[in-house]
């Protein structure tokens, strides 16, 4: 970056920081002269462009009428997503009629504080009219690329990237089924990825996705894609991992699979990023997301194609968790009043920064950094159902033969509140492999492994039970699976 314009940065920075801290209230109060919107903070975007990576966020046009939210966008980020303003629904609600205004202001906004945007989403079934969902199947190529055409020749030459095509698989690595695949198969995709090329060179072209984050059925389904277009000689540039995370679930693997797509040829952003926990919060989950968010960073830095982070909204209060999953929150870095939490010291320190001049984590009005009880130990059933995650008792079933085992495992929500949203972690006896698993995604393979819901499963009710199972490979010990965690408390079993 040239340093006239890097001084205009900072001098728009300060400018911005001047703004947030005369928004007044608590949050003045406690971040002139050491927030990490103030001057003398750390900046997530300059430790970011330092190590030669960015630090994004999401940005819709209603946050653009807050100026909390926009001093500290406009301070700490220097790439931005539009949250829904380029959605299909938005940009074509009917057929041939183009709307770009909402998100015109979010590149204006970007602009303006020389952020790059990651344009998103061209292709995707979900915030889909129903015009496009409803045609014959013969007319779905060329809306598809009417569409793709018009909305990526007005942005031309004015994004960092376009997600072409988003959410494309099933849990399983299959293709999902959609007005899009119904009508062209697989195809779709390379022919969407020609057809923005065409429309605009210099965007980088991604395909986009949840849950494929660590090696798994659904991450080796976006391999072999990517991999097979690679051959093909498609354009695609990238790979998303949107990392809508847990907390206490980044998987282990994050880092060799961002490894195995770079070794395709392509890059990994993470796009999406945010960690949810039961709200309120307790100190100890609060703890656990600044190393799930440091994890998550330095996975990313350690890889020379992973070319940055963006997380998905400011604060809190912009999160898409509390509308989506019930009784979960605070899955940003900064907290119901953008105090930052504890994440963000943690991605401060993991950009090579110095956190110690950011303020701490203070207890907030909503309760979202309130500390725990006893953060040092996993809270019981009886005295705190719901702040550490879940309680939980574990029945399994195993059939064994010569070489292979299948087990099934029944959880059972033994909390006060329904649990929405679940991982269960155990540990396999050493020589088991997993290569196939139904009613969950198990990732990694061996060793300590996660079962994560699907979407139908998500939500366990207090008192109800779930079940999923996989399949094994064994090598003379095919005794069940131990030390059974969900959503990171420890279960009964039995
Ligand atoms: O769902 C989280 C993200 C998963 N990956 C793709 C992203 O595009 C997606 O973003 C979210 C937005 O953050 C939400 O704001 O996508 C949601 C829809 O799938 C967005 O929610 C929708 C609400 O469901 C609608 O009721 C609302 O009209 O936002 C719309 C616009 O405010």
Redesign the pocket.
């Known amino acids: 970056m040239a340093a006239q314009l890097r001084a205009a940065h900072r001098r728009a920075r300060a400018l911005a920081a001047l703004a947030l801290a005369a928004a007044g209230g608590l949050l003045a109060a406690a971040t002139v002269g050491s927030g990490p919107a103030g001057a003398a903070g750390p900046v997530l975007r300059d430790l970011a462009e330092a190590k030669g990576s960015y630090f994004g966020t ?1 940005l ?1 046009q209603s946050d653009l009428n807050n100026s909390t939210v926009t001093a500290l966008a406009g301070t700490q980020f220097d790439v931005v997503t539009p ?2 303003e380029m ?1 299909w629904d938005t940009t074509e609600s009917s057929a041939g009629n183009f709307n770009f205004g909402p998100g015109d202001r979010i590149v204006s906004f970007a602009k303006a504080h020389s952020m790059r945007v990651r344009g ?2 061209l292709v995707w079934h ?2 889909l009219p129903s015009w496009v969902s409803n045609l014959p199947a013969a007319q779905v190529k060329a809306a598809m690329e009417n569409h793709i055409t018009t909305e990526a020749t007005h942005y031309k030459g004015q994004l960092y990237s376009w997600d072409v095509v ?2 494309p698989f099933n849990e399983d690595g299959t293709l999902r089924t959609d007005v899009f695949s119904n009508a062209m198969g697989s195809g779709y995709i390379a022919d969407a990825l020609r057809t923005a090329r065409a429309a605009d060179p210099s965007a980088k072209l991604y395909l ?1 996705d ?1 849950n494929i984050e660590g090696l798994g059925a659904k991450s080796d389904g976006m391999y072999q894609l990517v991999s097979s277009l690679k051959s093909q000689g498609v354009p695609i540039d990238g790979v998303g991992f ?1 990392s ?1 995370f847990i907390v206490g679930q980044v998987p282990s693997s994050m880092k060799a699979n961002i490894q195995r797509f770079t070794a395709l040829g392509v890059n990994v952003a993470i796009t ?1 990023l945010d960690d949810r926990m039961p709200v309120p919060a307790s100190a100890a989950n609060l703890a656990q997301q600044a190393t799930d968010y440091a994890n998550v960073v330095n996975s990313c830095l350690a890889v020379s194609g992973c070319v940055g982070v963006s997380q ?2 400011v604060g809190d209060p912009d999160s ?1 968790i509390p ?2 999953f019930s009784g979960y929150g605070a899955a940003t870095m900064y907290d119901d009043t953008y105090q930052p939490k504890a994440a963000y010291n943690a991605v401060v320190t993991a950009l090579g920064g110095n956190s110690s001049s950011s303020p701490s984590p203070s207890p907030s009005p909503s309760g979202s950094s309130s500390p725990s009880p006893s953060p040092s130990s996993s809270p019981s059933p009886s005295s705190s159902p719901t702040s550490g995650g879940a309680a939980c008792r574990v029945s399994t079933q195993v059939n064994a033969w010569n070489t292979g085992l299948t087990e099934n495992v029944t959880v059972t929500n033994t909390g006060a509140t329904a649990v929405n949203g679940w991982q269960l972690t155990f540990t396999l006896p050493a020589g088991q492999t997993v290569n196939n698993a139904w009613n969950a995604t198990v990732s990694p393979a061996s060793g300590t492994v996660g079962a994560t819901n699907l979407a139908y499963n998500a939500s366990v009710p207090a008192g109800g039970s779930t079940g999923f199972g996989f399949q094994a490979t064994h090598t003379g010990n095919a005794a069940p699976a131990t030390g059974f965690a969900l959503n990171g408390v420890a279960c009964t079993t039995g």
């Open positions: 999401a819709t949250g829904n959605k998103h989403t979900s915030q988003n959410e986009n949840y949107e809508h999406e998905w909204g898409w509308g989506a």
